[in-house]
């Protein structure tokens, strides 16, 4: 199984960037899907994930309202739209996936990880 990130980048406070992440030798659409993030120092935490049978999304506190979990299942690919984006989003981003019938919010529940892409936000 492989996650591939990408997408991050260096962007000033009030942009945006679309995140990607594309996996190969699962059952994609039998996956939730997530995003999760970890700052410098800190512990991994939960930005977002999409169900894999209806779509459905959850988001932490902190992103809703600025950023979109979405899910292309024929493409195997899962990506995560941010707007407005601040610098406290600042962090590395993981995207993951992991088979539970009520989409989990911590990392450890996860069975599959992506190698990570770094967003870095300026003031």
């Known amino acids: 199984v492989q996650l591939q990130a990408s997408g991050g980048g260096s962007v000033q406070a009030g942009g945006s960037l679309r995140l990607s992440c594309e996996a190969s030798?699962?059952?994609?659409?039998?996956?939730?899907m997530g995003w999760f993030r970890q700052a410098p120092g800190k512990e991994r935490d939960f930005v977002a994930v999409?169900?894999?049978?209806?779509?459905?999304?959850y988001y932490a506190d902190s992103v809703k309202g600025r950023f979109t979990i979405s899910r292309d299942n024929p493409k195997n690919t899962v990506y995560l739209q941010m707007n407005s984006l601040k610098p406290e989003d600042t962090a590395v981003y993981y995207c993951?996936?992991?088979?539970?019938?009520?989409?989990?919010?911590?990392?450890?529940?996860?069975?599959?990880w992506g190698q990570g892409t770094l967003v870095t936000v300026s003031s």
């Open positions: 999409v169900r894999w049978f209806d779509g459905l999304m």
């Open positions: 030798g699962l059952s994609f659409s039998a996956y939730n």
């Open positions: 993951a996936a992991g088979q539970h019938t009520v989409p989990r919010r911590d990392w450890s529940e996860y069975d599959y």
